[in-house]
């Protein structure tokens, strides 16, 4: 699946023709009719990617990003604790895409963790807390094989141009027995077929890749990992963040509910929301 692959009209996963699914220009995403798998069209360079995961993504009002991450870490928080409740025991946890490292400010007191993600600005607040990050490829780890007993990637494979590489360099640094975990958006669901294309997680160009159960099972498995369990997963967000997400969804941007979003009781107010249309996928490494 290299990044050059979805430049054309053949599916990156199976090979076989796709037909366009929609536009959203200047990009266009298109489905595979044979494997259902969904992917974005357009040149998305580790360079292009690392300049625009900068500062303003995570501070902003356009229809990509956010507009204010970091009132964000208690959620963030309170679900990563709802996650590591269902890892196993182990030494040694990676977080790939680990933003600014409020999954591994919960997952410090089990595991010795590092976190690697390719936005420079997330990884420096991340270090600000302590937290040993490296900005790093997904697809090109900077450890030695078997280093982990645990991987993570919440949220990250959409995002990436090479999710097949990122996944064979997850096999090749967990040890034997090892386990992956992750969350990506399940593009089969019924909160996706009732949304269209004003579905909440197609927002282009960041996310890349539009999985179902089926099209993920087959990437894992091409890495050499084994899929153990699959379920539809929500998660702890502020009022304030459901707002936003409306908003950049229906009108494009959030500045209209700018007012709202800096209100103390929306961003202390915290839901649990679950469209099931979030896969938690665990997989693991065969032992040899």
């Given at each position: ?37 969904e992917f974005t069209v ?169 999985f179902s159960a089926v ?74």
């Amino acid at each position: 699946m290299e990044a050059t692959a979805v430049s054309g009209a053949i599916c990156p996963l199976c090979g076989r023709p796709t037909r366009p699914r929609f536009m959203k220009p200047p990009w266009e995403v298109r489905r595979c009719g044979r494997c259902r798998l969904e992917f974005t069209v357009g040149d998305w360079s580790p360079a292009a990617a690392r300049t625009f995961y900068g500062s303003d993504y995570f501070v902003g009002h356009g229809a990509t990003g956010y507009t204010d991450y970091p009132s964000l870490d208690a959620a963030l928080r309170r679900t990563a604790r709802r996650r590591l409740a269902e890892l196993p025991t182990g030494a040694r946890l990676l977080d790939i895409g680990c933003a600014s490292g409020a999954f591994l400010a919960e997952a410090h007191a089990r595991y010795r963790v590092v976190g690697t993600d390719i936005s420079f600005d997330a990884c420096q607040v991340a270090a600000e807390r302590g937290i040993p990050v490296i900005v790093a490829e997904a697809a090109a780890l900077p450890f030695p094989a078997g280093s982990f007993d645990v991987v993570t990637m919440w949220d990250t494979i959409e995002h990436l141009a090479d999710p097949r590489a990122a996944l064979s360099e997850v096999a090749r640094v967990l040890r034997p027995g090892g386990t992956v975990a992750l969350t990506t958006g399940d593009v089969r669901s019924w909160c996706r077929r009732l949304s269209g294309k004003r579905w909440h997680l197609y927002t282009l160009p960041e996310h890349r890749y539009f999985f179902s159960a089926v099209t993920l099972d087959q990437l894992l498995s091409e890495a050499g990992l084994r899929p153990v369990a699959c379920k539809r997963d929500g998660g702890w967000y502020s009022l304030a963040y459901v707002v936003e997400r409306l908003a950049k969804t229906l009108m494009g941007s959030a500045r209209s509910v700018s007012p709202l979003l800096h209100s103390a009781a929306l961003r202390n107010t915290m839901l649990y929301v679950n469209l099931f249309d979030i896969m938690l996928v665990r997989a693991s490494k065969p032992r040899q």
